[in-house]
């Protein structure tokens, strides 16, 4: 049988859209588009969530999204959201039980 990869770290959802002690989505895979039960991409909502889209775009502004269009575009068409950066530049990224310090460009 089929394991979500979120299944094997103990994530537990004991109900429909029950709180999530682990939440993985695979957003892109370069201009790759698949449509499969278990997996679509891009991510079917993701044009439709501020919080994905206002970072990407601060990551990639001129990115296409496969079959969406332009972020640029989408995230202009996206519901507003209050979304709060957490942490500056100066932030840590806890790497596999180790805090790195996260380089920006």
């Keep these: 049988s089929d394991v979500c990869s979120s299944d094997l770290h103990g994530r537990l959802r004991p109900y429909r859209n029950a709180p999530r002690s682990l939440d993985l989505d695979?957003?892109?895979h370069g201009e790759h588009q698949l449509e499969h039960a278990q997996l679509q991409l891009p991510h079917?909502?993701?044009h439709q969530r501020a919080f994905?889209?206002?970072p990407l775009a601060e990551l990639q502004p001129g990115l296409i999204l496969p079959g969406l269009g332009a972020l640029s575009e989408l995230?202009?068409?996206c519901p507003p959201q209050s979304i709060e950066r957490l942490a500056g530049p100066d932030a840590l990224l806890e790497?596999?039980?180790a805090l790195v310090p996260v380089q920006h460009a």
């Design 95 to 97: 790497c596999a039980g």
């Design 44 to 46: 079917p909502r993701m």
């Design 26 to 28: 695979l957003l892109l």
């Design 52 to 54: 994905v889209m206002v």
């Design 75 to 77: 995230l202009d068409r």
